[in-house]
C-alpha cells in the first residue's frame, strides 16, 4: 500500500493518436509499511511527449522518459527501459534515462508510415551512476486512420532492439501512458 503525488499537463489534440501538442508528467509513489506495505520504497516518474507538425504531412515526435527508485524496492517494480524493440524489464536498475523520437508522414489523409529510434540505459546504483549497457531501438511502421472523427489511427510497427526484431499491432499512439 502507499500513496501517489501525480502532476500533468497536457495540450495535446487528442489523446489517443496527437499529432499535435505537449504532455508533461511528473509523480512519485511510496510505498510505507506504516500504510500495509510490505517494504519501504518509492519512485520517481518523469516522462514528456512532444508532437511538433511541421506540415499537415510530416509530424515529428519526440519521447524523454525516467524513473527513479528509492528504498527497498521490489524486483516487479524496478525502473526499466521501455522501447519498441526491447525486451520488457531486460534492463533494469534505480535509475533509467531514455529518449526516442518519431516521425510520421501522412501519404494521404488516413495512410501514414513512420520511422522510430530512441536509445536508454538503466544505472544499477544511484550512487555510481555506472551502466554496461546502452540501449537502442530502430524501427518503421504505417498508420491507417480508423475513426476519422475522433482522429484514431491503429497499424503496426516493426522494430529492432540489440538482441532481437518485435513486431507490433498499435491502436492509438505507441506512447499511451
Excluded: C
Excluded at 519501504?40 to 511541421?54: C, D, E, Q, R, S
Excluded at 524513473?67 to 526499466?80: C, E, M, R, S, V
Aim: overall charge neutral; charged content about 20%.
Amino acid at each position: 500500500s502507499g500513496i501517489s503525488l501525480i502532476t500533468e499537463y497536457d495540450n495535446l489534440n487528442n489523446f489517443m493518436s496527437p499529432t499535435k501538442g505537449f504532455k508533461l508528467h511528473l509523480s512519485y509513489d511510496q510505498n510505507m509499511k506504516a500504510l500495509g506495505s510490505d517494504k519501504n520504497w518509492g519512485k520517481f516518474n518523469f516522462f514528456t511527449y512532444m508532437y511538433l507538425p511541421v506540415n499537415e504531412k510530416w509530424i515529428p515526435a519526440f519521447r524523454v522518459d525516467s524513473q527513479l527508485a528509492t528504498g527497498d524496492i521490489p524486483f516487479y517494480a524496478k525502473p526499466y527501459i521501455s522501447l519498441r524493440g526491447v525486451a520488457a524489464l531486460r534492463y533494469q536498475g534505480e535509475l533509467t534515462l531514455l529518449a526516442e523520437t518519431e516521425q510520421l508522414y501522412n501519404i494521404t489523409s488516413r495512410w501514414g508510415i513512420l520511422g522510430f529510434t530512441g536509445i536508454g540505459t538503466a544505472f544499477d546504483t544511484i550512487e555510481d551512476m555506472k551502466s554496461d549497457d546502452i540501449v537502442w531501438n530502430a524501427g518503421v511502421g504505417a498508420r491507417y486512420l480508423l475513426a476519422r472523427t475522433y482522429g484514431l489511427k491503429t497499424g503496426f510497427d516493426l522494430a529492432r532492439g540489440p538482441e532481437d526484431w518485435a513486431f507490433y499491432i498499435t491502436i492509438g499512439t505507441s506512447w499511451l501512458k
